[in-house]
């Protein structure tokens, strides 16, 4: 027969009815060694190709993609309007012309603060523009008569 004092049966009942324990074990080291930092080995985007896409002269139908730029180095000019990002886009059928223009701008447009920013002393600016010029328009008719 065992003889148990009131100490020894109140450990013996907590550890039966306590959850096991978790065990602290040693971790392992690393069995490679760790190599130096790499760097510089992200993934290269592709160029925009932000550049002129028509040349001079050239036919081009309505809503085409004349330049795409990042700031304003060619500005619209007759027949061009400005889409997203500085596109200029031609507004109706035509011959691209480009040109060399001195201007003063409207001071509640854009393209004020802009050079402002740039040019600060003077209002005149000069810029290079891009046209469409549509064709003439040569009206052919037949007389039928004359009264």
Request: charged content about 20%; aromatic content about 8%.
């Amino acid at each position: 027969i065992l003889l148990l004092n009131r100490g020894m049966l109140s450990n013996l009942l907590r550890s039966l009815l306590s959850p096991p324990s978790a065990k602290v074990t040693a971790a392992r080291g690393a069995k490679v060694k760790a190599g130096k930092k790499m760097r510089n080995n992200r993934k290269t985007t592709s160029g925009k190709h932000r550049t002129i896409k028509v040349e001079d002269g050239q036919w081009v139908e309505q809503n085409t993609i004349l330049a795409t730029q990042n700031t304003f180095n060619f500005y619209p000019g007759q027949n061009v309007r400005v889409g997203r990002y500085k596109t200029l886009n031609s507004c109706s059928p035509g011959y691209v012309k480009f040109c060399v223009e001195q201007f003063t701008p409207r001071h509640d447009s854009n393209i004020y603060s802009v050079m402002k920013a740039r040019n600060p002393d003077n209002d005149k600016i000069i810029g290079r523009f891009i046209h469409v010029i549509p064709p003439p328009n040569i009206n052919r008719f037949r007389l039928i008569s004359f009264s």
